[in-house]
């Protein structure tokens, strides 16, 4: 069959199989291609989407974007109850097998490297929102200014209390990603969300993405719970367990590891 | 361990994760759609889930 090969994640090898019903992007279910001791999860993915050209054209439709998304999601989900996978970005896509095999070749080591430093973590989503600050005219039935200058100075109180809120929003964030930074092995901020695209109402002061061993998820989970309602007008959102796609990224260059070398052989 | 109530996940969350996370790979035998080319989508609703230290996501107007 003539197709491409689309790439979810490299693993290490598994037993438990995964679920019979999963079915993948372009509903082909995920295959297993193991080589050099490591497994790509992989499906069959026609060349008329997949292909370079089409498929540029196809991330261009978010309904397009949206059922790949979420498949790639699915499957990376079922990996995650058996394994612990190293997820690739989305629309990583391979000729055939055999170039499946070479990028696995060529990059064994830091998958390797970077799985052990993933093995049993999962990664939490934490963002916080200032909520939109209710209308100033109906939080106070203030009286009309009654000159030029009271008018000023209600304004100017105004932007105050916005600002001051501000503040309070920037500290929050910052200090909660500190307590969290401190329970996590590892933190990453994403960019803060547009909320045309996440419809989610306040704007977004913090958007960060922590790697946490599955053992410390429960006094996690606690800490971000806790801060909850702390202060008024913050509102605080927990994602996940995801799969450690934050923390995938990073895997160092086959060459550049220098770790080794130093007096090993002159000490011999 | 413990469960967040399971709800849809928000695309947003997931593209932020699919868009910017994983592994890129790039080299010959891939189409290379992976790296620079698949944040800098020309698609408007996406404008967030651009990494920021990507500068503009329209910079190739078609």
């Not at chain 1, 372009?26 to 993915?45: E, Q």
């Not at chain 1, 026609?46 to 309904?63: I, S, T």
């Not at chain 1, 958007?207 to 800490?223: D, H, I, M, Q, T």
Request: net charge negative; charged share 25%.
């Amino acid at each position: 069959m003539i197709g491409l090969r689309y790439v979810y994640a490299v693993c290490r090898p598994f037993s438990t199989p995964l679920q019979a019903q999963l079915s993948g992007v372009a509903g082909d279910p995920p295959r297993l291609l193991t080589h050099h001791g490591l497994v790509a999860v992989v499906s069959h993915v026609p060349e008329a989407d997949f292909a370079e050209e089409p498929l540029r054209a196809h991330l261009e439709d978010l309904d397009w974007l949206t059922g790949v998304a979420r498949a790639h999601q699915g499957v990376i989900d079922a990996l995650t109850t058996v394994t612990t996978p190293l997820p690739l970005r989305l629309g990583t896509v391979f000729r055939d097998d055999s170039g499946v095999r070479t990028m696995i070749e060529a990059r064994k080591e830091s998958f390797r490297h970077t799985l052990d430093r993933l093995e049993g973590r999962v990664e939490w989503g934490v963002k916080v929102f200032l909520e939109d600050a209710p209308k100033p005219e109906a939080a106070a039935p203030a009286a009309r200014p009654a000159s030029g200058r009271d008018y000023l100075r209600q304004r100017r109180s105004q932007t105050k209390s916005q600002d001051e809120l501000w503040q309070r929003a920037e500290l929050f964030a910052t200090q909660l990603h500190e307590t969290l930074s401190r329970v996590a092995e590892d933190s990453r901020l994403h960019a803060p969300q547009n909320p045309a695209l996440s419809g989610a109402s306040g704007r977004n002061v913090l958007n960060a993405a922590y790697l946490v061993p599955r053992a410390g998820s429960e006094e996690f989970v606690e800490k971000v719970d806790q801060t909850k309602g702390e202060l008024p007008g913050i509102r605080v959102e927990l994602t996940g367990p995801w799969a450690a796609y934050s923390f995938a990224g990073d895997t160092a260059p086959e060459s550049a590891s220098d770790e080794e070398r130093p007096n090993a052989k002159e000490r011999s | 361990m413990t469960v967040v109530e399971r709800r849809e996940i928000a695309l947003v969350d997931l593209l932020d994760r699919l868009l910017a996370g994983g592994v890129v790979i790039t080299g010959d035998i891939t189409l290379r759609i992976a790296d620079v080319d698949l944040v800098r989508i020309d698609l408007n609703a996406l404008i967030s889930s651009v990494n920021a230290n990507v500068p503009s996501p329209f910079e190739e107007s078609r």
